[in-house]
């Protein structure tokens, strides 16, 4: 289940860097994160698929935009 995300709007965030939960998941399934997250809200510690969200600038719950720069980290 999503978490519940505040309602209202939400800053757009300029960075959101992801961390890898499980080091088995293939390579290519970092193009598939970045089309599930731009458009939607995330905030530190939100999971999607086999990655956790490390920290997002500005802090907080952001929108992911497709100016948004995503970095993968393991």
Not at 15 to 36: D, E, K, Q
Not at 45 to 74: C, H, K, M, N, S
């Amino acid at each position: 289940m999503p978490p519940i995300l505040p309602p209202g709007p939400v800053d757009q965030a300029t960075r959101v860097v992801l961390r890898r939960v499980n080091r088995r998941a293939p390579g290519f399934i970092s193009n598939m994160v970045r089309s599930r997250l731009v458009g939607h809200q995330v905030e530190q510690g939100q999971r999607i698929l086999v990655y956790q969200v490390a920290f997002t600038e500005p802090p907080g719950t952001v929108e992911v935009t497709p100016q948004t720069v995503i970095e993968f980290i393991d």
